[in-house]
């Protein structure tokens, strides 16, 4: 059991294996947070834990109960205006203009399992044998609007995963301005916020900061998770590392606007809020209508970051990715952009085809530029049928001949589009995001459509099922590449135009699951430009993301050293591209390249055609080589051993670990060389430190414990007295660490 609750002291206990997490009823039927942490003993009430002091300049919740004081108390779902002036957790204005509420503890259940939301990405245990789920509803009577908060528990993965839903049983509108999907008070500031920040092409860096008086938010009007920032965060006691230590991690399901942010306060507590982000947000609630927020998943660990990645991928994995997919390899694929761009046919595409064959490469994706008349960016989007100049014997005999060499195949769509250079355009102008009047904002020369009409979702739907059939298509890439801008929807009324950016969503939301519906077997990658909708929105349909525009070995250490945080490597495309790399114009090893890109979901995204034998040969060892220990890389246990976003950033180590702690791969990256370097050694991790391993095969054999605590020592790779020197700048090094027979 998971969910204790004492019905007398209206106490709810939610325990996973490792956390508590509590609250309790209060007086007038407020929910007031006791804790949130390591694992403590249930007890029947926890009054002790919720000592305060009556606090000076502070409202009392009446005029007979001056030490009730709503601003001082640890709250579950706060309100707005009754005096609490932290930043509150819904806000709720009525018919007269009025935001005040009075929800009021009224009932609870609990039952097992976790259901799917309807029409938004959600967690579960379609099983029903692991989670159980507390429903606690408020209600304010005044105006008959029911609360409703709840809380899933998943023990073994140390995850709850919460979320709000309003139900207006009255007679009149009510309009919600704010509706987050978790708070959680914390007691004390002493945690560092953890961020992953970035931009096109420099996705989620981690970024570190102490906790401050007042306000810190991360969040998105992009109407995207954005590149600029992502919903995963974390809150860190200060010593906290990747070994050890206490750590919370928060996390949204949701692609759109979010808003994570911690609110520190005048005694120190830290507020954390996670939903969708109020700036951009409204949604009118009609009589016997209710709005469900996205779910937010909430994880702890006392025993650092690389455990609670591990936690979170391990929940990702058994409850929010389409279980098809559970440990399911992928499919190692070329991809053609970075190799042909805008400008092929099928003659230059086949050769690429046929060397991917020999190779051992299992699909072929062609990417951007396959329909309309599309040479360039400027357009075709929204036209999704084959431009029979490049493919003049039509995208299904394409489809066939990529068959029939025994390769998988894979397109490139970004549904969500629309060119004005389109018969899309000339025939639905309307059906583009613009606001009537005004000057409609390009990016990368497109528009965006209306996806929060049904119509246009539809007629999608409909051109993008007849190409998947035509095809019998086996992956897609779907992309995204442009925010939104003169938000409006010209199907909605004036006083409904904040629904947009969510109404959007839900809209994206519905294509997604009508595709993965009708087409199981198709593999869905999410991409927007690169990493810019790398969420767990997205994760629900398409298991796997393109991590980065960036494909430099370089700067990929970090854009997937930082994703690792708080995503599995399964979910990370990841490419070999070509050198001097197209975006940083940097000439890193191709053994390099592949040793970053091996710790994700594998390809390459160059012309292979033209690689020299040398290479070619070098990339199918490659391919033999990953195929072998695809299922390590893609699903053991990640530790990180050496942060690129510590010190001069020069060297990063990361070791994948098998569940039998058998088998494991470390690589350690280095940017530049050293003259007369320093001793360097590698502390690995995760291994049984009571077996015996042998590192590539040598002749010692070392115990686990000495590996991980004593190190491997590593020596310099650079030979001063070699005749000819060897570069070992952007070098790699990979450790294959495997149990003594
Ligand atoms: C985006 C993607 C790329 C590629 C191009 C095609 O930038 O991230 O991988 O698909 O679009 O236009």
């Given at each position: 059991?998971?969910i204790?609750?004492?019905?007398?002291?209206?106490?709810?206990?939610?325990?996973?294996?490792?956390?508590?997490y509590?609250?309790?009823v209060?007086?007038?039927?407020?929910?007031?947070?006791?804790?949130?942490?390591?694992?403590?003993?249930?007890?029947?009430?926890?009054?002790?834990?919720?000592?305060?002091?009556?606090?000076?300049?502070?409202?009392?919740?009446?005029?007979?109960?001056?030490?009730?004081?709503?601003?001082?108390?640890?709250?579950?779902?706060?309100?707005?205006?009754?005096?609490?002036?932290?930043?509150?957790?819904?806000?709720?204005?009525?018919?007269?203009?009025?935001?005040?509420?009075?929800?009021?503890?009224?009932?609870?259940?609990?039952?097992?399992?976790?259901?799917r939301?309807?029409?938004?990405?959600?967690?579960?245990?379609?099983?029903?044998?692991?989670?159980?789920?507390?429903?606690?509803?408020?209600?304010?009577?005044?105006?008959?609007?029911?609360?409703?908060?709840?809380?899933?528990?998943?023990?073994?993965?140390?995850?709850?995963?919460?979320?709000?839903?309003?139900?207006?049983?009255?007679?009149e509108?009510?309009?919600?301005?704010?509706?987050?999907?978790?708070?959680?008070?914390?007691?004390?500031?002493?945690?560092?916020?953890?961020q992953?920040?970035?931009?096109?092409?420099r996705?989620?860096?981690?970024?570190?900061?102490?906790?401050?008086?007042?306000?810190?938010?991360?969040?998105?009007?992009?109407?995207?998770?954005?590149?600029?920032?992502?919903?995963?965060?974390?809150?860190?006691r200060?010593?906290?590392?990747?070994?050890?230590?206490?750590?919370?991690?928060?996390?949204?399901?949701?692609?759109?606007?979010?808003?994570?942010?911690?609110?520190?306060?005048?005694?120190?507590?830290?507020?954390?809020?996670?939903?969708?982000?109020?700036?951009?947000?409204?949604?009118?609630?009609?009589?016997?209508?209710?709005?469900?927020?996205?779910?937010?998943?909430?994880?702890?660990?006392?025993?650092?970051?690389?455990?609670?990645?591990?936690?979170?991928?391990?929940?990702?994995?058994e409850?929010?990715?389409?279980?098809?997919?559970?440990?399911?390899?992928?499919?190692i694929?070329?991809?053609?952009w970075?190799?042909?761009?805008?400008?092929?046919t099928?003659?230059?595409?086949?050769?690429?085809?046929?060397?991917?064959?020999?190779?051992?490469?299992?699909?072929?994706?062609?990417?951007?530029?396959?329909?309309?008349?599309?040479?360039d960016?400027?357009?075709?989007?929204?036209?999704?049928?084959?431009?029979?100049?490049?493919?003049?014997?039509?995208?299904?005999?394409?489809?066939?001949?990529?068959?029939?060499?025994?390769?998988?195949?894979?397109?490139?769509?970004?549904?969500?589009?629309?060119?004005?250079?389109?018969?899309?355009?000339?025939?639905?102008?309307?059906?583009?995001?613009?606001?009537?009047?005004?000057?409609?904002?390009?990016?990368?020369?497109?528009?965006?459509?209306?996806?929060?009409?049904?119509?246009?979702?539809?007629?999608?739907?409909?051109?993008?099922?007849?190409?998947?059939?035509?095809?019998?298509?086996?992956?897609?890439?779907?992309?995204?590449?442009?925010?939104?801008?003169?938000?409006?929807?010209?199907?909605?009324?004036?006083?409904?135009?904040?629904?947009?950016?969510?109404?959007?969503?839900l809209?994206?939301?519905?294509?997604?699951?009508?595709?993965?519906?009708?087409?199981?077997?198709?593999?869905?990658?999410?991409c927007a430009?690169?990493?810019?909708?790398?969420?767990?929105?997205?994760?629900?349909?398409?298991?796997?993301?393109?991590?980065?525009?960036?494909?430099?070995?370089?700067?990929?250490?970090?854009?997937?050293?930082?994703?690792?945080?708080?995503?599995?490597?399964?979910?990370?495309?990841?490419?070999?591209?070509?050198?001097?790399?197209?975006?940083?114009?940097?000439?890193?090893?191709?053994?390099?390249?592949?040793?970053?890109?091996?710790?994700?979901?594998?390809?390459?995204?160059?012309?292979?055609?033209?690689?020299?034998?040398?290479?070619?040969?070098?990339?199918?060892?490659?391919?033999?080589?990953?195929?072998?220990?695809?299922?390590?890389?893609?699903?053991?246990?990640?530790?990180?051993?050496?942060?690129?976003?510590?010190?001069?950033?020069?060297?990063?180590?990361?070791?994948?670990?098998?569940?039998?702690?058998?088998?494991?791969?470390?690589?350690?990256?280095?940017?530049?060389?050293?003259?007369?370097?320093?001793?360097?050694?590698?502390?690995?991790?995760?291994?049984?430190?009571?077996?015996?391993?042998?590192?590539n095969?040598?002749?010692?054999?070392?115990?686990?414990?000495?590996?991980?605590?004593?190190?491997?020592?590593?020596?310099?790779?650079?030979?001063?007295?070699?005749?000819?020197?060897?570069?070992?700048?952007?070098?790699s090094?990979?450790?294959?660490?495997?149990?003594?027979?």
């Open positions: 059991m998971a204790h609750v004492d019905e007398t002291h209206q106490t709810f206990h939610l325990q996973t294996d490792h956390t508590s509590i609250f309790q209060l007086a007038h039927g407020i929910l007031g947070q006791v804790y949130y942490g390591k694992k403590i003993h249930v007890e029947p009430q926890y009054n002790h834990l919720l000592k305060r002091e009556l606090k000076t300049a502070t409202p009392a919740y009446s005029l007979d109960e001056p030490d009730f004081q709503i601003g001082a108390i640890r709250q579950e779902y706060s309100d707005t205006g009754t005096g609490d002036y932290r930043r509150p957790a819904y806000q709720v204005t009525q018919s007269n203009g009025s935001r005040i509420t009075d929800f009021q503890y009224d009932h609870y259940e609990v039952v097992s399992g976790k259901k939301l309807k029409g938004l990405p959600s967690t579960f245990d379609d099983t029903e044998d692991d989670a159980e789920t507390l429903t606690v509803h408020l209600t304010d009577d005044l105006i008959q609007l029911e609360l409703e908060l709840n809380y899933t528990v998943f023990p073994h993965q140390d995850v709850i995963v919460r979320s709000a839903n309003f139900k207006n049983h009255g007679t509108s009510v309009t919600l301005n704010a509706a987050h999907s978790a708070q959680l008070d914390l007691p004390d500031k002493q945690y560092d916020l953890v992953f920040a970035g931009t096109w092409a996705e989620r860096h981690l970024v570190r900061t102490p906790l401050r008086a007042g306000l810190q938010a991360i969040d998105s009007v992009r109407t995207t998770s954005s590149h600029q920032e992502n919903p995963f965060m974390m809150l860190a200060p010593n906290t590392t990747d070994d050890a230590g206490e750590v919370f991690g928060f996390n949204l399901i949701y692609s759109g606007d979010f808003l994570d942010q911690v609110e520190v306060d005048q005694w120190n507590t830290s507020r954390v809020l996670v939903g969708i982000n109020p700036d951009e947000f409204e949604w009118q609630l009609e009589p016997a209508k209710e709005f469900q927020t996205p779910e937010a998943v909430m994880t702890y660990t006392a025993d650092g970051m690389n455990q609670l990645s591990q936690q979170l991928a391990a929940f990702y994995e409850h929010l990715v389409n279980a098809k997919y559970k440990r399911m390899e992928r499919p694929l070329v991809n053609n970075e190799a042909t761009y805008f400008d092929f099928d003659k230059k595409l086949m050769p690429i085809v046929k060397q991917a064959k020999k190779l051992g490469i299992e699909m072929f994706v062609l990417d951007d530029g396959w329909f309309g008349h599309r040479n960016d400027k357009s075709s989007l929204g036209d999704w049928f084959a431009d029979l100049k490049k493919l003049p014997k039509g995208i299904s005999t394409f489809a066939d001949e990529v068959h029939d060499l025994g390769l998988k195949f894979g397109l490139w769509f970004e549904p969500e589009m629309i060119s004005i250079d389109s018969k899309l355009y000339q025939k639905h102008p309307d059906w583009m995001i613009h606001t009537p009047k005004r000057r409609a904002t390009p990016e990368r020369n497109q528009y965006v459509l209306d996806f929060s009409r049904p119509e246009v979702v539809d007629y999608i739907y409909k051109m993008m099922s007849k190409v998947i059939k035509e095809t019998k298509l086996d992956y897609i890439k779907w992309d995204m590449n442009r925010y939104i801008t003169e938000m409006y929807s010209t199907a909605l009324p004036a006083d409904r135009q904040l629904e947009m950016p969510h109404r959007y969503i809209g994206v939301y519905n294509l997604y699951a009508r595709l993965t519906q009708a087409y199981p077997d198709v593999l869905f990658e999410s430009s690169g990493g810019g909708r790398f969420d767990l929105g997205m994760m629900y349909y398409a298991p796997q993301a393109w991590a980065s525009d960036d494909t430099d070995a370089a700067e990929r250490m970090k854009v997937q050293f930082g994703t690792s945080y708080g995503y599995p490597q399964s979910m990370m495309g990841s490419h070999v591209s070509a050198v001097p790399n197209e975006q940083t114009g940097r000439i890193t090893p191709l053994e390099t390249r592949a040793n970053v890109a091996f710790y994700g979901a594998f390809g390459y995204e160059l012309d292979i055609s033209k690689m020299s034998d040398a290479e070619k040969q070098a990339v199918k060892k490659q391919v033999a080589f990953y195929k072998q220990h695809r299922a390590l890389y893609q699903f053991g246990k990640l530790y990180r051993l050496d942060s690129p976003f510590n010190g001069d950033g020069n060297v990063m180590s990361w070791v994948v670990v098998d569940d039998d702690q058998d088998h494991a791969i470390a690589t350690r990256y280095q940017l530049l060389n050293h003259p007369n370097a320093p001793y360097e050694r590698l502390y690995l991790r995760g291994l049984d430190p009571d077996k015996q391993y042998r590192v095969d040598s002749d010692e054999t070392y115990y686990g414990d000495e590996l991980m605590n004593a190190g491997l020592f590593i020596g310099s790779e650079f030979d001063e007295d070699a005749d000819v020197k060897k570069s070992v700048d952007f070098s090094r990979r450790f294959m660490i495997d149990v003594a027979k």
